[in-house]
């Protein structure tokens, strides 16, 4: 069993930015591909980044291509999301979360076994 809790979260401007992190417990993430889901109010929760088990390899969601960086440091057993000129539209709780079934898309929630309990990110006009 892995525990994620995520963290970083806040009210920013929009043009700001944000880092999230993503600790675990339980068990080490050196052996999964991690992911980050968010969900707005009112929308399903949807593919935002993922990131290989080395760290070397990342995709990203259209939306944020360009704006956020996923990193990973297998020693801390954590996972991080940066955030850069944030927009409105990026608000939204944000989830890390655990890939275990590989037969899934990796942009879909039933590919990920673990997930925290969310952290808000807040973004004003």
């Known amino acids: 069993q892995v525990q994620l809790v995520e963290s970083g979260g806040g009210l920013v401007q929009a043009g700001g930015s944000l880092r999230l992190s993503c600790a675990a417990s339980g068990r080490t993430l050196s052996t999964y591909d991690m992911g980050w889901f968010r969900q707005a109010p009112g929308q399903e929760r949807e593919f935002v980044s993922r990131v290989s088990i080395s760290g070397t390899n990342t995709w990203y969601a259209d939306s944020v291509k360009g704006r956020f960086t996923i990193s990973r440091d297998n020693a801390k057993n954590a996972v991080y999301l940066q955030m850069n000129s944030l927009k409105p539209e990026d608000t939204a709780v944000y989830y890390c979360?655990?890939?275990?079934?590989?037969?899934?898309?990796?942009?879909?929630?039933?590919?990920?076994?673990?997930w925290g309990q969310g952290t808000q990110v807040t973004v004003s006009s």
């Open positions: 979360a655990v890939q275990r079934d590989y037969s899934r898309s990796y942009i879909t929630e039933g590919a990920y076994a673990y």
